[in-house]
């Protein structure tokens, strides 16, 4: 029985269509990201997989996956989330559906990690300070342009799995840093493996000289940095995230980077993607921004879409796929595939 799955996307990566065109139980129909509601469940109503590659602003809010289209959609089985974030993606309204959600965490860790330092080592050393005074032919007395060294410095880490880990690894090898990771879900033996001390989220806001978001976006973690985080973090602090818009306050950060108690602030994560030209905080000479590209790399490209890939033919060989996200459906989600394709995953 063809397996078929149902892709939207805004840069197709080969990758994708190569490992799945090399299972022969595979099938891949593409869904216009212009496509309409109407257009849209028509294509995916053959489909037994849904793989959403696009980001929050990216994918039409009509295809997000979510109660009212999966309602439209009885017959999927499984979602792929573009990445590791799965904020296109509502897990609780899957788990009622019986449809397993996927994501591929770990397929994009290194880029989005080397990211994350890279703005750490940018802000700390005050580039996009000098690099606008350069581009503006407005050299100035270097001293005024006074940086700081990575080296020993604590470097605190909201959420600690596959980015967040490597991150730990990277500033603790490359530059001798104490980390402390702030990660409810995640034990200390096992953040200790990754180099990381277990901490609650005051310790790390007191005690951190760079403090880096790696937690995915979801109710909990909505609005989790605040003006009340902001204020309690260390006077010079760098701020830093490459995880999702939305997790820290935009207005707050502002506030927070005029009055000079945050240092700088490398961002690479927007409230509403791309962030619009005249947003004040692109505006700040301490800001060092990116647009949402700390993942996207040929290598990490490449990773996540055979992950995905791979994952969907897992499932149409009759196994469970790996990194399931909503792990709570899988009884039933079993149950719904054994009706479908005459296997139960195990
Ligand atoms: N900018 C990019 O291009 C890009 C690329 C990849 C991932 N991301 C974002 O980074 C996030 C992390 O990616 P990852 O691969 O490390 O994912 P991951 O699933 O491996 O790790 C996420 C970690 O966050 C922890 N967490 C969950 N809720 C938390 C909370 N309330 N407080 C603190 N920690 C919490 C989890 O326990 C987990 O250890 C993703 O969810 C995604 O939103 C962005
Ligand atoms: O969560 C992720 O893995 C990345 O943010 C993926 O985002 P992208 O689709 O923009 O690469």
């Known amino acids: 029985m063809t397996f078929r799955i149902g892709y939207v996307g805004y840069v197709p990566h080969q990758n994708f269509f190569d490992t799945c065109a090399a299972d022969p139980g595979l099938e891949v129909v593409r869904v216009p990201l212009e496509a309409d509601i109407g257009e849209a469940v028509q294509i995916l109503s053959s489909c037994h997989g849904?793989?959403?590659?696009?980001?929050?602003?990216?994918?039409?809010?009509?295809?997000?996956?979510?109660?009212?289209?999966?309602?439209?959609?009885?017959?999927?089985?499984?979602?792929?989330?573009?990445?590791?974030?799965?904020?296109?993606?509502?897990?609780?309204?899957?788990?009622?559906?019986?449809?397993?959600?996927?994501?591929?965490?770990?397929?994009?860790?290194?880029?989005?990690?080397?990211?994350?330092?890279?703005?750490?080592?940018?802000?700390?050393?005050?580039?996009p300070e000098a690099h606008?005074?350069?581009?503006?032919?407005?050299?100035?007395?270097?001293?005024?342009?006074?940086?700081?060294?990575?080296?020993?410095?604590?470097?605190?880490?909201?959420?600690?799995?596959?980015?967040?880990?490597?991150?730990?690894?990277?500033?603790?090898?490359?530059?001798?840093?104490?980390v402390l990771a702030c990660d409810p879900f995640v034990?200390?033996?096992?953040?200790?493996?990754?180099?990381?001390?277990?901490?609650?989220?005051?310790?790390?806001?007191?005690?951190?000289?760079?403090?880096?978001?790696?937690?995915?976006?979801?109710?909990?973690?909505?609005?989790?940095?605040?003006?009340?985080?902001?204020?309690?973090?260390?006077?010079?602090?760098?701020?830093?995230?490459?995880?999702?818009?939305?997790?820290h306050d935009e207005d707050a950060l502002l506030e927070a980077l005029e009055a000079g108690h945050v240092a700088s602030a490398g961002l690479d994560v927007w409230e509403v993607e791309p962030p619009p030209p005249s947003h004040p905080l692109l505006h700040h000479p301490a800001v060092m921004a990116s647009q949402h590209t700390a993942g996207v790399t040929h290598e990490s490209r490449a990773n996540i879409t055979k992950i995905a890939a791979l994952a969907f033919g897992e499932l149409a060989a009759g196994r469970m796929p790996p990194r399931i996200v909503n792990p709570e459906v899988k009884p039933r989600f079993a149950e719904r595939v054994r009706a479908a394709l005459g296997t139960a995953p195990a």
Do not use: W
Request: charge should be positive; glycine fraction near 12%.
């Open 132 to 178: 606008a005074a350069m581009k503006a032919g407005q050299a100035q007395d270097r001293g005024a342009l006074m940086g700081r060294e990575l080296r020993g410095r604590v470097v605190g880490l909201v959420g600690c799995g596959h980015v967040g880990g490597r991150v730990a690894e990277i500033v603790r090898a490359a530059f001798g840093c104490e």
């Open 50 to 127: 849904y793989y959403a590659m696009a980001s929050r602003d990216e994918l039409p809010r009509h295809l997000h996956v979510n109660e009212a289209l999966l309602a439209k959609l009885p017959h999927l089985l499984m979602v792929a989330s573009t990445g590791a974030g799965y904020d296109t993606c509502d897990p609780d309204a899957c788990t009622a559906a019986g449809v397993a959600l996927v994501n591929q965490a770990g397929g994009n860790a290194e880029g989005v990690a080397e990211h994350a330092v890279g703005l750490m080592l940018g802000c700390l050393k005050r580039v």
């Open 187 to 247: 034990d200390a033996d096992t953040l200790a493996a990754r180099g990381a001390t277990k901490v609650e989220m005051d310790e790390l806001l007191a005690r951190a000289d760079v403090v880096s978001l790696h937690c995915p976006l979801t109710p909990a973690t909505r609005g989790l940095i605040g003006r009340a985080q902001f204020a309690a973090m260390k006077k010079g602090v760098v701020f830093v995230t490459t995880a999702r818009g939305s997790i």
